[in-house]
Structures are given as structure tokens and as C-alpha cells.
């Protein structure tokens, strides 16, 4: 017996194995039988693809040509987009939980498992809820932690490409940029780097401050959901052929002070303490935005309010429970602005809630932290428009009502402090359609709020790591319809060439002029920040004849852009002070 090896399979199916093989109507029999299997299957799969709301549709989950992701969780069923279809489109993925009932005002979880299901993914999810919107409302929802992601049609999970991860800007209280596409930087890039933006919580349900809150709840949770996706990245992105280790976070507006807190979160500690990772490889800020971040002592007013906004202010409530049972429609209520304690008039509509500075995520005044030198050291691009202030700012016909403004927006302006604003900000030249001293008044607002801020970010960076890795830059890019109407070169009016005038979905696109006479910036800026994406370095693989963009260094240099121009320009002495003023009233404006 020792001589015989044991027979590796039972004898039974090698039986019915020899049957088949031998009696060809057998092998037809058992082959239509295993096709026919196959197709139920097939059809069942099909049948199940269903969207984030779990609306099936009849399309065949099978066709090799339509991309998929299996993130675990939930395998997600995109389509291929652009002229060539050579980019491969997600839309709508759920990133975490939805933050409703019990989640609201808490920090955001990961998504509950679909198993066995293939979810659609080709349509936006909607917008996170904005301040004083309407509810209902078609494009914005409770329910909004979605993401979306533009890959290169043929990548893998070998490629590792580099990953650009846009936070989009609203103030913190909108979703400003919610249904931008990345079709065009991708294929830009020539299918080199993959494109992801998603939405996160704004307004009150972001940003609702209070002891009570923290005590129940978390603070900062629209923060917290950006740390989440960064995380969502860094887990899944492999699955699109991305690169978890090389991603650049890039903010617009609010989404570029966003970039500036993450820079300075825990402390400036570059490791996150909920994933124990390096979070991103590269920091990019367009138009910083620096409202008044206040202390959470100094917000307890604001939740009071909601509280009595929505009846939760009696007594015999408990205040958390209370806010968390309410509908949704009944809270989206209470989502509207009111002046600021010590506040003349109305704060910008947009600007009224905003990050607190909770001394956990945020120790400290974001001005200060960057003073101190406790942010996270990775290479940083940072600027903005010329005329960041103009679509804020009240068109005052007199010095009171710019006082009156600037006061409204940072109540904690003494008359003295805006004495010396005014001592700074004299009468300027007019602009069209505006009054005598709406130009002061824009230009004190749009260099206290994003200018200054973007340039101190610089000056720390150079200050206390002498870095030659952090960038400069302004962009002057002319329109002729905002130049007529006096906004100048207003705020984000770069994010059109950013990401392409065709990013902005919908049937117009972005402004006129970036077909026409502004075309030629659009492949210059997207290249720079291509560049950056791809080597951390704006200048490695710029278009073709343009200037390496020199660091910010010593001497305060900036890119300038302009219509048929791109140059290297000192920022002015004048500004330059003006900036060091600003900069005294930082720690008093809550920045
Ligand atoms: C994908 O296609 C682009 C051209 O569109 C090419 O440059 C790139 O090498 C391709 N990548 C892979 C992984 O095949
Ligand atoms: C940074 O955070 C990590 C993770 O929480 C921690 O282990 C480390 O000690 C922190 N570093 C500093 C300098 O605080
Ligand atoms: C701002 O006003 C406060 C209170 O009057 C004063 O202490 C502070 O020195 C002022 N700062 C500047 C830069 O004017
Ligand atoms: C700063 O860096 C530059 C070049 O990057 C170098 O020439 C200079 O010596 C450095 N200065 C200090 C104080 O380290
Ligand atoms: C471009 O900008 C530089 C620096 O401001 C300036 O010297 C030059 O004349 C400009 N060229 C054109 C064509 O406008």
C-alpha cells in the first residue's frame, strides 16, 4: 500500500469529471448549464447596481469599460468622461456617515458597509446646507458628506499618481464650489494625476460653538470632516491609482484657511493623531480667508441664540438633545446670521459662523500659531487676487461707513484701532459705479482678510525654516466686464484658470473671457499648479516660456499674473506695511 500515493481528489467528481469530458451531449448539457448560471448572475448584478439613495437602474454591472472602485465598504461604479473618454468620473461617494440625528454636531464616522453591492456613481451628492437656504431644496441636503474623484481612465492600483485634493471655499457657511469638475486638470496633466473634491459641513451644522456642544458633541465638525477625507484619501485612493503618500491639498476662499488650520492643527503636528499619518505631502492656499476666529468662551451668544432660534431654550431641555431631535427643516431655520456682539451693523452674510479656536485642533489664534512657528513644515504655495476685498466690501460713500463695515465684520476694532485703519487707508482714486470710499474700503477689507494673512503664512515659513519652499503670488487678470463694473480683479477670480473655465458644471462654464482674450492663462496657472501637484515645485514642469516662479524668500516675491504677462514682482514696501499693521490688530480681530 505504501506504494500507491493517495489519490488527490475523491472518487466521485473525477467520475463525473471523466462523464462530462467523455459524453459529448453530457459536456454540452453541463456547459449551457454553467453559461446559463452565468448570465442569472450577470443580470442579478446588474439589477442591483443601485445609487446612494438605493434607486436600482437595469444597466449591466459586468462591462469591463465601466470603471469601478472597491473601497471595502462600498464598490463604486463610475463613468468615463471627457472628449477622448479617457477620464474616469466618481461622483457622490458617500466618505462617512450621514451626519444626521444622533451624528449631528459629532465628529463625522467612516460609511456603514453595502455589502455585495455595486453603488452608482454619476451624479453629485448633494451640497452640504447653506446659511439661509431654503428647506427643502434640491441641491442641498443634511445628508451631504459626499466625495468625488477624477482618474485617468487607464490608471491602476500600481500607477501612484499624484493626488490633488480640492477643498473647496463658501465662508464656511455654503458649499461654494460643490459640482467643480477635474476633467480638465487631469487631462491637462496628460492623464498624470488624479483630481478629488468633495463637500463638507458649513454654517451651523459645521461650525455650531459652544461648551455644551464640546461636552456633547465635537467642535469644528466641518474641520473634522475635512480631516476624514484626508484619511478617505489616504485609505482608498489607491483603489482610483492614486498615490495615499503624495497628496497636495489645495484650497480656494474659505477652503484656503482651511489649508492655513490644517497646517497649524494639533499644534502644527504633521502627524495626525486619529490615523497616526502624515496626512499631506503639499499645502496650496488661494485666497486665504482669515475672518474673526473667535475663542470658544466667546461664542456661547451664538448657540444661545440658535437655542432660542428653535425653542430648545427652555429650561427643562437639555439643549444638545433637544437641537438633535428637531427636524431638519425646523434647524435649517435657525441657520441665519445676526450682528456680532459689540458689532455696529450686520457682519457679510456669508461670514458669520467660522472655525473656533478650541484649544485641541486649534490652540491658538491661527496669526499667533503661525508666529510661534508651530505649523507643519511641507512645501506651501500661498496668494491671491489683486482686488481680494471688492465683491465684500459696502459700498461706503463716507469714512463712518467704513468704519462702521469693518466693525460690523471684527467688533472687536477699538475706535482708536480703526483710527489707525483710516490713517492707512486713505481716499484712493474711485472706481466705476462705486462710491468715494469704496476703494479704501475694499482694499482695508481684502488685505486684513486674505491678502495679509496669505503673506504672513509666507513670512513664517521663511522666518522660522528658512524655507525656499514655500511660493508666492498674485494674480492680475484683467476682465473687462468686472473692471467695468469696479470689482478690479476680485476675489477667486484665479479659480477659472486653476482648474479650467469648463470646471464650473452647468451650461455656462466660467466668465467669458477665459475663451477669449484670457484663454492664454488658463494653461499657464493650471501648469504651474500641475507642476506643484506632480513635484511639489511650481516651476519643474511649467508651460512652456514662462518664469521659474521664484520662492517667496527674503525679499517677499510673488509670481505676478497678468493678461500676456507673467513676471516676478516684489510685494510693495506699502504693503508690506500696511501687512505688519494688520498684523499688530491680528491677535484683537480674533485672526
Ligand atoms: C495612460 O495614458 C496616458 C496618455 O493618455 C499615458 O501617458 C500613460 O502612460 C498611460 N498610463 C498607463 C498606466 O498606461
Ligand atoms: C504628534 O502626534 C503624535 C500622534 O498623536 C504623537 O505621538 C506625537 O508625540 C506628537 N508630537 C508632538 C511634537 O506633539
Ligand atoms: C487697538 O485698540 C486697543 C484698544 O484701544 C489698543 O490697546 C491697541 O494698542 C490698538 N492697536 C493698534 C494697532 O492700534
Ligand atoms: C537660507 O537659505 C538660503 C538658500 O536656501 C541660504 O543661502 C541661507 O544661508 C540660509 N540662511 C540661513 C539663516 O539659514
Ligand atoms: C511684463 O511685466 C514686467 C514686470 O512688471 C514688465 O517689465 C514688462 O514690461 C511687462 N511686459 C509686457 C509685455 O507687458
Redesign the pocket.
Given at each position: 500500500m505504501q506504494n500507491n500515493p493517495p489519490s488527490p481528489l475523491p472518487t466521485a467528481p473525477q467520475t463525473l469529471w471523466r462523464r462530462i469530458v467523455t459524453r459529448p451531449w453530457v459536456l454540452t448539457f453541463f456547459v449551457a448549464v454553467v453559461v446559463g448560471l452565468a448570465l442569472l448572475v450577470g443580470l442579478a448584478i446588474g439589477l442591483i447596481v443601485v445609487n446612494e439613495n438605493g434607486h436600482g437602474d437595469g444597466a449591466k454591472a459586468s462591462d469591463p469599460r465601466i470603471p469601478r472602485a472597491n473601497l471595502g465598504y462600498a464598490t463604486y461604479r463610475g463613468t468615463l468622461v471627457g472628449d477622448r473618454r479617457d477620464v474616469a468620473q466618481y461622483l457622490g461617494m458617500r466618505y462617512a456617515r450621514a451626519p444626521v440625528g444622533d451624528l449631528r454636531f459629532r465628529k463625522p464616522l467612516d460609511p456603514e458597509v453595502r455589502q455585495g453591492r455595486e453603488v452608482k456613481a454619476d451624479a453629485f451628492g448633494p451640497a452640504c446646507l447653506g446659511i439661509s437656504a431654503p428647506y427643502p431644496n434640491d441641491a442641498q441636503d443634511e445628508d451631504c458628506l459626499y466625495a468625488n474623484v477624477w482618474a485617468p481612465a487607464n490608471a491602476t492600483v500600481e500607477s501612484k499618481l499624484p493626488v490633488w485634493l480640492f477643498i473647496q471655499g463658501g465662508g464656511y457657511t455654503v458649499n461654494a464650489n460643490a459640482n467643480w469638475n477635474g476633467i480638465q486638470v487631469v487631462q491637462h496633466s496628460g492623464n498624470s494625476i488624479i483630481f478629488v473634491s468633495f463637500n463638507y459641513r458649513v454654517g451651523l451644522w459645521g461650525f455650531l460653538a459652544s461648551e455644551r456642544v464640546r461636552a456633547d458633541g465635537d467642535l469644528n465638525v466641518g474641520l473634522l470632516d475635512q480631516r476624514l477625507m484626508m484619511r478617505w484619501v489616504r485609505r482608498h485612493i489607491a483603489q482610483f491609482g492614486g498615490d495615499p503618500d503624495h497628496v497636495v491639498i489645495h484650497g480656494a476662499s474659505a477652503g484656503a484657511g482651511s489649508v492655513a488650520l490644517h497646517l497649524l492643527a494639533?499644534?502644527g503636528?504633521?502627524?495626525?493623531?486619529?490615523s497616526?499619518e502624515k496626512l499631506f505631502a503639499g499645502a496650496v492656499g488661494e485666497s486665504v480667508f482669515f475672518p474673526a476666529q473667535p475663542f470658544l468662551d466667546e461664542l456661547e451668544w451664538q448657540f444661545d441664540l440658535v437655542l432660542q432660534r428653535t425653542g430648545c431654550d427652555d429650561k427643562n431641555k437639555e439643549a444638545i438633545a433637544c437641537l438633535r431631535g428637531l427636524s431638519t427643516e425646523v434647524l435649517q431655520a435657525a441657520n441665519f446670521p445676526a450682528p456680532f456682539p459689540g458689532g455696529p451693523d450686520m457682519p457679510i452674510d456669508l461670514f458669520f459662523w467660522t472655525p473656533c479656536i478650541d484649544g485641541e485642533l486649534l490652540r491658538d489664534l491661527p496669526y499667533t500659531l503661525f508666529e510661534k512657528g508651530q505649523f507643519i513644515n511641507v512645501p506651501v504655495m500661498m496668494g491671491g487676487t489683486t482686488d481680494e476685498g471688492t465683491v465684500f466690501a459696502v459700498n461706503a460713500a463716507t469714512q463712518d461707513e467704513m468704519v462702521k463695515f469693518l466693525q460690523s465684520n471684527y467688533p472687536r476694532l477699538s475706535e482708536f484701532n480703526t483710527s489707525a485703519i483710516l490713517e492707512r487707508y486713505p481716499q484712493l482714486d474711485s472706481l466705476p459705479n462705486h462710491n468715494i470710499w469704496f476703494p479704501s474700503t475694499a482694499r482695508a477689507y481684502g488685505e486684513t482678510t486674505f491678502i495679509c494673512p496669505g503673506a504672513h503664512i509666507l513670512n513664517s515659513y521663511v522666518r522660522h525654516l528658512n524655507s525656499s519652499k514655500a511660493w508666492g503670488y498674485r494674480y492680475d487678470v484683467h476682465d473687462d466686464d468686472l473692471i467695468a463694473a469696479g470689482l478690479g480683479v476680485p476675489h477667486v477670480f484665479s479659480s477659472w484658470a486653476i482648474l479650467g473655465p469648463e470646471s464650473e458644471s452647468g451650461p455656462m462654464g466660467g466668465p467669458r473671457s477665459y475663451y477669449t482674450y484670457n484663454a492664454g492663462v488658463v494653461p499657464i496657472m493650471m501648469d504651474y499648479w500641475i507642476s506643484f501637484v506632480r513635484t511639489l515645485d511650481p516651476s519643474r514642469t511649467r508651460y512652456m516660456d514662462t518664469p521659474v516662479w521664484q520662492s517667496w524668500g527674503q525679499a517677499d516675491r510673488r509670481l505676478l499674473v497678468q493678461t500676456g504677462n507673467v513676471s516676478i514682482e516684489l510685494m510693495p514696501d506699502d504693503q508690506g506695511d500696511r501687512c505688519a499693521f494688520w498684523g499688530t490688530l491680528a491677535p484683537i480681530m480674533r485672526q
Amino acid at each position: 500500500m505504501q506504494n500507491n500515493p493517495p489519490s488527490p481528489l475523491p472518487t466521485a467528481p473525477q467520475t463525473l469529471w471523466r462523464r462530462i469530458v467523455t459524453r459529448p451531449w453530457v459536456l454540452t448539457f453541463f456547459v449551457a448549464v454553467v453559461v446559463g448560471l452565468a448570465l442569472l448572475v450577470g443580470l442579478a448584478i446588474g439589477l442591483i447596481v443601485v445609487n446612494e439613495n438605493g434607486h436600482g437602474d437595469g444597466a449591466k454591472a459586468s462591462d469591463p469599460r465601466i470603471p469601478r472602485a472597491n473601497l471595502g465598504y462600498a464598490t463604486y461604479r463610475g463613468t468615463l468622461v471627457g472628449d477622448r473618454r479617457d477620464v474616469a468620473q466618481y461622483l457622490g461617494m458617500r466618505y462617512a456617515r450621514a451626519p444626521v440625528g444622533d451624528l449631528r454636531f459629532r465628529k463625522p464616522l467612516d460609511p456603514e458597509v453595502r455589502q455585495g453591492r455595486e453603488v452608482k456613481a454619476d451624479a453629485f451628492g448633494p451640497a452640504c446646507l447653506g446659511i439661509s437656504a431654503p428647506y427643502p431644496n434640491d441641491a442641498q441636503d443634511e445628508d451631504c458628506l459626499y466625495a468625488n474623484v477624477w482618474a485617468p481612465a487607464n490608471a491602476t492600483v500600481e500607477s501612484k499618481l499624484p493626488v490633488w485634493l480640492f477643498i473647496q471655499g463658501g465662508g464656511y457657511t455654503v458649499n461654494a464650489n460643490a459640482n467643480w469638475n477635474g476633467i480638465q486638470v487631469v487631462q491637462h496633466s496628460g492623464n498624470s494625476i488624479i483630481f478629488v473634491s468633495f463637500n463638507y459641513r458649513v454654517g451651523l451644522w459645521g461650525f455650531l460653538a459652544s461648551e455644551r456642544v464640546r461636552a456633547d458633541g465635537d467642535l469644528n465638525v466641518g474641520l473634522l470632516d475635512q480631516r476624514l477625507m484626508m484619511r478617505w484619501v489616504r485609505r482608498h485612493i489607491a483603489q482610483f491609482g492614486g498615490d495615499p503618500d503624495h497628496v497636495v491639498i489645495h484650497g480656494a476662499s474659505a477652503g484656503a484657511g482651511s489649508v492655513a488650520l490644517h497646517l497649524l492643527a494639533h499644534g502644527g503636528n504633521a502627524t495626525d493623531p486619529e490615523s497616526g499619518e502624515k496626512l499631506f505631502a503639499g499645502a496650496v492656499g488661494e485666497s486665504v480667508f482669515f475672518p474673526a476666529q473667535p475663542f470658544l468662551d466667546e461664542l456661547e451668544w451664538q448657540f444661545d441664540l440658535v437655542l432660542q432660534r428653535t425653542g430648545c431654550d427652555d429650561k427643562n431641555k437639555e439643549a444638545i438633545a433637544c437641537l438633535r431631535g428637531l427636524s431638519t427643516e425646523v434647524l435649517q431655520a435657525a441657520n441665519f446670521p445676526a450682528p456680532f456682539p459689540g458689532g455696529p451693523d450686520m457682519p457679510i452674510d456669508l461670514f458669520f459662523w467660522t472655525p473656533c479656536i478650541d484649544g485641541e485642533l486649534l490652540r491658538d489664534l491661527p496669526y499667533t500659531l503661525f508666529e510661534k512657528g508651530q505649523f507643519i513644515n511641507v512645501p506651501v504655495m500661498m496668494g491671491g487676487t489683486t482686488d481680494e476685498g471688492t465683491v465684500f466690501a459696502v459700498n461706503a460713500a463716507t469714512q463712518d461707513e467704513m468704519v462702521k463695515f469693518l466693525q460690523s465684520n471684527y467688533p472687536r476694532l477699538s475706535e482708536f484701532n480703526t483710527s489707525a485703519i483710516l490713517e492707512r487707508y486713505p481716499q484712493l482714486d474711485s472706481l466705476p459705479n462705486h462710491n468715494i470710499w469704496f476703494p479704501s474700503t475694499a482694499r482695508a477689507y481684502g488685505e486684513t482678510t486674505f491678502i495679509c494673512p496669505g503673506a504672513h503664512i509666507l513670512n513664517s515659513y521663511v522666518r522660522h525654516l528658512n524655507s525656499s519652499k514655500a511660493w508666492g503670488y498674485r494674480y492680475d487678470v484683467h476682465d473687462d466686464d468686472l473692471i467695468a463694473a469696479g470689482l478690479g480683479v476680485p476675489h477667486v477670480f484665479s479659480s477659472w484658470a486653476i482648474l479650467g473655465p469648463e470646471s464650473e458644471s452647468g451650461p455656462m462654464g466660467g466668465p467669458r473671457s477665459y475663451y477669449t482674450y484670457n484663454a492664454g492663462v488658463v494653461p499657464i496657472m493650471m501648469d504651474y499648479w500641475i507642476s506643484f501637484v506632480r513635484t511639489l515645485d511650481p516651476s519643474r514642469t511649467r508651460y512652456m516660456d514662462t518664469p521659474v516662479w521664484q520662492s517667496w524668500g527674503q525679499a517677499d516675491r510673488r509670481l505676478l499674473v497678468q493678461t500676456g504677462n507673467v513676471s516676478i514682482e516684489l510685494m510693495p514696501d506699502d504693503q508690506g506695511d500696511r501687512c505688519a499693521f494688520w498684523g499688530t490688530l491680528a491677535p484683537i480681530m480674533r485672526q
